[in-house]
């Protein structure tokens, strides 16, 4: 799990730092029923999902090609090639789900 890259990214993670694609852009969203919710409406705390596309060579719970739940406040920003990333430590991540978790009986697929 150390030099990873996605598309050939010209970047290689360091220590426990894992990068990240979000799932969708933040702004508007649909509610389970269909209804929906304006970027500018308040909501509590939101965490969100992401693709896992980069890791460190010390990261040990996550892999490229996981979703991994993270929080979006807490979080750092980098470009790379006209695509939006975001970079976090390991220990930032919430929760994995991963296919590679789908095997066990006992199995959520959520990795907490």
């Known amino acids: 799990m150390s030099e990873n890259t996605h598309d050939k990214l010209p970047i290689r993670m360091l220590h426990d730092r894992v990068l990240v694609r979000t799932d969708s852009p933040e702004g508007e969203r649909r509610s389970g029923g269909g209804i929906l919710i304006p970027a500018t409406a308040a909501v509590g705390r939101r965490l969100a999902w992401a693709e896992v ?13 996981d979703r991994v739940l993270y929080d979006p406040e807490d979080r750092a920003e980098v470009e ?10 390991e220990r ?6 991963a296919d590679r978790f789908q095997g066990t009986s006992d199995s959520t697929g959520l990795y907490l």
């Open 80 to 89: 790379v090639r006209g695509t939006a990333y975001v970079l976090m430590r």
């Open 92 to 97: 930032d991540l919430h929760a994995v789900a």
């Open 53 to 65: 596309v980069a890791v460190g060579q010390n990261v040990r719970t996550v892999e490229i090609g």
